[in-house]
Structure formats: structure tokens, C-alpha cells
């Protein structure tokens, strides 16, 4: 399966941008880069994701590198409501062509300073 | 639009009793599945179903069951509960596979003692 890398923690300000990094080096052309978070004791919530071109929302910018191989969540304007487990995800079919699971890591745990 | 609904929220389970965990869905999605997530880690997958009367094992299914007679519905059987089960369960639907997003629920809180 293909795996992401993330930074376990950052920290960053209310009301400036936040860049969450995401490096996945091998994925594969038909893996969709999908982004969600978790906010305490609750059940993820989806934020974005996209294929290969860059995705807005009214969440979120999603920047994917030309050659795949990393991503970028964008955040342009955090508030302390965005304080959160941000998990990068590829969504990818399992190998006996049924459905996928969204497999997921630790994630980065976004912490927002007032 | 309900999404997708948990019950119960909150339960405590003595070693060696059973229980089912309830998922429902209301939007007609067709997959559908479950993950356990322990303290400060990521989901894993228990099990996954593509749709009514197709179910199948995710990462770490040993200990559960689960059966999926109706589209909107998806329960968990935990047969002769066990501490190693005391986790947060997670319950989520999509309409597709990769190209579209996930829905979650609220969670489950298992304790067992």
C-alpha cells in the first residue's frame, strides 16, 4: 500500500496561513491525494483531495508537486477552530480490485496559538 | 440529513461479553466501514463492505464480525470482549471508492473491563 509521511506536530498563529506538508513517494497514477482532520473527541471530517491538479474549497487549498511525489494543505486564514489531527491520506483500490479503505497514519496535530 | 449515526456512544463491557455496535447510514452509499482507534494513533480498518451482502477483512478484523443485510446498515459484532478491544470505534460510508469523500460518525467509546 502506498504510505505518507507527515510532520508529527506544528504550531502556527490565528489568522495566518498554515502549509501542512505531505510526502508520499509512491504513489501511483490512479491514487487520489485525499486530506481530512479530526477535531478532539470527535470522528474524522473530510477536507479535500485531488488527483493531480491544485483544488480549492471553501475549506481548504490543496498544492500537489508536478510530479506527485508530495502535497500541500492550505490553510489560508487558521482560527482556533482549525486546531486539529490533519491526516493525509492516498485512497487507493486493494490489490483484489475491491473496495479501499482510507488507510491512516498519525497524522499532524495542528496547533493553533491566539 | 442525518449522515451517518452511532449508537451507542459510550459503553463498558466486562471480559467475555458480546455486543453490537450500530451504523446506519441515510445516504444511500454504497460502501461502508469500520476502524478502531486507539489512544493517540491514526484509524485502522476492521472491516469494509462494498455493499449489501458483501462484506470483507480490513487490517485488524480478529475478534469482530460483521454483517451487511441493508444498505443503510452496517453493525460490528465484538464476540467475547476482550481489554485489548477498549477503543474509540469509528463507522464511515462514501458513494464511491477513491474520487470521493468519506463520511464519518461521532464514535463509539468501548471500555472493557
Known amino acids: 500500500d502506498a504510505k505518507t509521511t507527515q510532520p508529527n506536530s506544528m504550531e502556527s498563529n490565528e489568522e495566518e496561513p498554515v502549509h501542512l506538508p505531505c510526502n508520499h513517494s509512491?504513489?501511483?497514477?490512479?491514487?487520489?491525494i485525499h486530506w481530512y482532520r479530526q477535531l478532539p473527541s470527535q470522528g474524522p471530517e473530510y477536507v479535500i483531495h485531488?488527483?493531480?491538479s491544485n483544488v480549492n474549497n471553501r475549506m481548504a487549498s490543496l498544492a500537489i508537486a508536478e510530479d506527485r511525489k508530495s502535497s500541500t494543505l492550505i490553510l489560508h486564514r487558521a482560527t482556533l477552530r482549525d486546531a486539529a489531527v490533519y491526516y493525509c491520506?492516498?485512497?487507493?483500490?486493494?490489490?483484489?480490485?475491491?473496495?479501499?479503505?482510507?488507510?491512516f497514519g498519525k497524522g499532524t496535530h495542528l496547533i493553533i496559538q491566539p | 440529513n442525518a449522515g451517518v449515526t452511532q449508537t451507542p456512544k459510550f459503553r463498558i463491557l466486562k471480559i467475555g461479553q458480546s455486543m453490537t455496535l450500530q451504523c446506519t447510514q441515510d445516504m444511500n452509499h454504497n460502501y461502508m466501514y469500520w476502524y478502531r482507534q486507539d489512544p493517540g494513533m491514526g484509524l485502522k480498518l476492521i472491516y469494509y463492505s462494498v455493499g449489501a451482502g458483501i462484506t470483507d477483512k480490513g487490517e485488524v478484523p480478529n475478534g469482530y464480525n460483521v454483517s451487511r443485510s441493508t444498505t443503510e446498515d452496517f453493525p460490528l459484532r465484538l464476540e467475547l470482549a476482550a481489554p485489548s478491544q477498549t477503543s474509540v470505534y469509528f463507522c464511515?460510508?462514501?458513494?464511491?471508492?477513491?474520487?470521493?469523500?468519506?463520511?464519518f460518525g461521532q464514535g463509539t467509546r468501548l471500555t472493557v473491563v
Open positions: 509512491t504513489i501511483s497514477g490512479t491514487d487520489y
Open positions: 485531488g488527483l493531480t
Open positions: 464511515a460510508s462514501s458513494y464511491s471508492t477513491a474520487a470521493t469523500e468519506a463520511f
Open positions: 491520506i492516498l485512497r487507493t483500490r486493494d490489490s483484489g480490485g475491491g473496495a479501499d479503505g482510507l488507510t
